[in-house]
């Protein structure tokens, strides 16, 4: 099993409503995605922290191989919600995949 972690910190020019639009309509289109995607077993965007969080937006995601991941990472609809509901928001993004043993 592939643990896939994702960590955005939005644009610090947004409006408080801006962000948690942003961070609504990332969390509905990335949720969607389960059922489209062979060995994704997991996917969960987190998008309310607590007070001591230091980014935004963490998915959360588990995958049944490595190719099951760069599948879904290379695939338009996810790449789509990227490109529209993602990175036009974000100043960083950190990620760590790993094998959970």
């Known amino acids: 099993m592939i643990k896939h972690l994702v ?3 939005l644009r610090e020019s947004l409006t408080a409503a801006e962000a948690e639009a942003v961070k609504e309509d990332a969390k509905i289109c990335l949720e969607k ?3 489209h ?4 077993h997991k996917l969960t965007l987190i998008i309310h922290g607590l007070d001591s969080s230091t980014v935004d937006m963490c998915l959360d ?3 049944e191989t490595v190719e099951d991941l760069n599948n879904y990472a290379t695939n338009p609809l996810h790449t789509n919600i990227a490109d529209n509901y993602i990175k036009p928001y974000v100043v960083s993004r ?3 995949d ?3 043993l």
Do not use: M
């Open 7 to 9: 960590l955005w910190k």
């Open 33 to 35: 995605l389960k059922p």
């Open 37 to 40: 995607f062979k060995g994704l």
């Open 61 to 63: 995601s588990e995958f």
């Open 94 to 96: 950190s990620c760590i």
């Open 98 to 100: 790993y094998e959970i």
